[in-house]
């Protein structure tokens, strides 16, 4: 049974880079085809898609937050990565980790999320 759990501080002050990981385990992150994604959810708002590291660890990002997202992944600890620069309080949100069969996919396992707040 694959599960996802989603780590980091829960406070980052403004300009900062927030950085969480996501562990994976009960499934390879390189196990073909599989797509691992970072999502989230502001306040009040719907959900937004960040980004996403395939299986073969190519990468691709959201347009709207590309300039300061990356995405990388740890293969040795079967973990992935976000690292969103430059924060705003915009940024405080629930971000999950989540998995889909591939690319084009549905997502089919996610995590349970971790609240960041962004705030001096």
């Known amino acids: 049974q694959v599960q996802l759990q989603e780590s980091g501080p829960g406070l980052v002050k403004p300009s900062q880079t927030l950085s969480l990981t996501c562990t994976v385990s009960?499934?390879?992150?390189?196990?073909?085809?599989?797509?691992w994604s970072w999502i989230r959810q502001p306040p009040g708002k719907g959900l937004e898609w960040m980004g996403v590291i395939a299986y073969d660890g190519s990468t691709y990002y959201s347009p709207s937050l590309k300039s300061r997202t990356s995405i990388s992944r740890d293969t040795s600890k079967n973990q992935f990565s976000l690292q969103l620069s430059s924060v705003t309080p915009e940024d405080t949100a629930m971000y999950y980790c989540?998995?889909?069969?591939?690319?084009?996919?549905?997502?089919?396992?996610g995590g349970q999320g971790t609240q960041v707040t962004v705030s001096p």
């Open positions: 989540g998995r889909a069969e591939d690319l084009t996919g549905g997502y089919d396992k």
């Open positions: 009960g499934g390879s992150i390189t196990t073909s085809y599989y797509a």
